[in-house]
DNA sequence: GCACGCTCGTCAGGTACCTGTCAATATCGC
DNA sequence: GCGATATTGACAGGTACCTGACGAGCGTGC
């Protein structure tokens, strides 16, 4: 049988096509909800901290402002969010799931998330654990804004 | 300190984090050299495996043809891979380094890896095999294709 | 007040990917 | 041998990103 996995040696490498391999899984899973996988993580985040501007939601995402705000475009066109004034920041606005964007979301949750456990079966907590931690050490490998303005902390995607 | 992990809901996204992240590192590692990332993974792939084809260097860093080409195209601008017709078959070409291309690659390989064992540093063999099965098998996921030809193994960067 | 620096959303332009397609060639079934 | 199918490298065209810049607005320091 061919075995693929030969990436002795870079990491790197081997973590590119894991996420290549999980997007196209996560994908398939969200396509039936009509929702694309970045559209799917800007909901996710916007349900837990509701009222993020686009620039907020570009950091989260750790995407450009530009691109966020064309895929919120996508998602307002789709009814799922709306924008309104911020009430004290007159040059931003606040981003909300409306009833609709929760339910897509309510939707298309339970799929993600069984999809990304079936893939991750056979794995204790314990090793799970490590992998987090391995993961979460090279995501801060270059998070050296520390940017934490005035608002509470706002995960990233 | 602001916590920046907090992708507690989909592992993916947290995968998709550590990429970019990763590939940030790798690619100010590179530019040095005068490289991109994709660039020293064909490189690196070319040196294990010469004589491969545009086709099998694109199922290998898993991108399209017509971007492996595009990409080798700069390479052989840069005089690091030469192609020559293939003996055989007459409708693909083999690609070779050129000795501007081994020592290119030979000078930029230590600065990879020297960022990337930095980036591990403090966690046990262990715990980075636990993390390299989990990767794998990530990665693996969508690798329906089983198309390993003719030719012997070619792994997938 | 007011100049300075920063951030907001947005516009323009470029780049790096992708898909779809094509003729030429290789390979397999018969 | 010979047709059906698949593969290779190249050609378009589209998409999804990014960077760079702009006016508008905010915040701080003087």
Redo the contacts with the bound molecule.
């Keep these: 049988m061919g075995a693929v996995t030969d990436d002795k040696e870079c990491s790197t490498f081997l973590v590119r096509h894991a996420w290549l391999s999980m997007r196209g899984v996560v994908a398939e899973a969200l396509d039936q909800h009509g929702l694309?996988v970045?559209q799917f993580a800007s909901l996710l985040i916007l349900d837990n901290h509701p009222g993020m501007?686009?620039?907020?939601v570009?950091r989260a995402v750790?995407?450009?402002?530009?691109?966020?705000?064309?895929?919120l475009g996508g998602l307002e066109r789709a009814g799922l969010i709306e924008r309104r004034p911020h009430p004290?920041?007159?040059?931003?606005?606040q981003i909300f799931l409306t009833d609709r964007g929760r339910a897509r979301l309510g939707a298309a949750r339970p799929a993600v998330r069984a999809v990304e456990d079936r893939l991750s079966e056979g794995f204790t907590a314990g090793e799970l654990a490590v992998v987090n931690a391995w993961l979460s050490r090279m995501a801060a490998a270059t998070s050296v804004d520390g940017?934490s303005?005035g608002r509470e902390e706002i995960p990233t995607i």
């Design positions: 694309s970045a501007s686009v620039a907020d570009a750790s995407t450009a402002r530009q691109s966020a705000n064309e895929m004290q920041d007159r040059r931003s606005q940017t303005v």
